[in-house]
């Protein structure tokens, strides 16, 4: 369970039930106010190297831009909602890129805004529309600390319209077992090699416990998909995904096996977190490859195309022998 070091939080909050809920849960933990959540000095000035000792602090604030970008992935839509940032560290996470080293913890107490404005586009809309509402966090996570998850699923359900989304890498998913879901909730566990989970993605729950949730999930009736993500071409990429696929087919349960769908996405990295990494985590693995990697502006690097390509074909090729009933959503 994450306990905040420091609490820094928006005075505003104490005028929505969350925020009242928050402080006093959290009432003996050493609390700083800010103007603004998405401008703390101190933690902005932080070096490099007190990338994980950030992650330690909780920010609690209010959301004033719920801007919908759309997106032709799972979803329609990709939606701001309850939280920002993650208290875990994997080492390619693109929100360290998005928010640099404050790519912390953010909790947004207004809900019913944000929740309200889904239900209205939804309702509003010809189209069945689907919602992620969990691309700037990992909501299972968040909902260790929130209780948003249950929450947002028991006031969406009886929309006449509409679909949530959200991935995850964490296992705790117990509390949103028993809600009444009616089906409008597609849940995605994105997974890894147990190799890389434990040299790469930080804090995370581990592969054995991602595949037992996907499955407890699917026995509540939700919706699954499984992310392989991101891909990351270490020297035996290849042994390790083909093992990794392998062992989906033997775990998973015969329920998820009949309807998964698969998304894949290679790795992309950063500038930026390779300054942070190499202070932050100095001995952990390099996973910038000037062989392997180009650049495609703006400080960002992803695998070069024929390195690619031939990744590609590797996961097509593999899933299509031990998943050939499923679809592979895309692939990039
Ligand atoms: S769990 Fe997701 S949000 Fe959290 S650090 Fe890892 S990639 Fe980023």
């Known amino acids: 369970m994450f306990k905040p070091k420091t609490i820094f939080y928006e005075k505003e909050i104490i005028n929505y039930e969350l925020g009242k809920e928050l402080m006093e849960k959290y009432k003996a933990i050493p609390k700083i106010e800010i103007e603004n959540h998405n401008n703390i000095e101190e933690l902005r000035k932080s070096e490099n190297k007190e990338f994980l000792n950030l992650k330690n602090n909780l920010i609690i604030g209010v959301r004033k831009t719920h801007n919908f970008v759309e997106n032709h992935k799972v979803s329609d839509y990709l939606v701001p909602y309850t939280s920002s940032g993650c208290s875990a560290a994997c080492m390619y996470c693109y929100l360290v890129c998005n928010y640099n080293k404050c790519s912390y913890l953010r909790l947004f107490v207004n809900r019913e805004h944000m929740l309200d404005k889904i239900i209205k586009t939804a309702e509003k809309s010809e189209r069945n529309l689907t919602f992620e509402i969990g691309s700037n966090s990992d909501l299972i996570l968040e909902n260790t600390i929130t209780g948003n998850l249950p929450w947002t699923i028991e006031n969406f359900k009886n929309t006449s319209k509409g679909m949530l989304t959200f991935p995850t890498k964490f296992d ?82 015969p329920q998820v096996k009949k309807e998964v769908f698969f998304e894949v996405i290679f790795m992309t990295y950063s500038y930026v977190h390779t300054k942070i990494n190499e202070e932050a985590f100095p001995n952990a693995i390099n996973l910038y490859s000037k062989d392997q990697m180009t650049g495609r502006g703006r400080g960002k690097y992803m695998y070069r195309n024929e390195l690619r390509k031939d990744g590609e074909a590797f996961m097509r090729e593999q899933l299509g022998k031990y998943f050939s009933n499923n679809k592979i959503l895309y692939v990039v």
């Open 172 to 253: 705790m998913v117990d509390d949103i077992l028993n809600v009444d879901h009616k089906g409008k909730v597609i849940a995605r566990m994105s997974v890894n090699p147990d190799e890389i989970i434990k040299q790469v993605e930080f804090g995370t729950s581990r592969l054995k416990g991602r595949i037992e949730a996907i499955n407890k999930l699917k026995e509540a009736g939700y919706k699954v998909g499984i992310l392989i993500a991101p891909v990351i071409m270490v020297d035996n990429w290849k042994e390790l995904y083909l093992e990794l696929i392998k062992q989906l087919e033997r775990c998973l349960s």
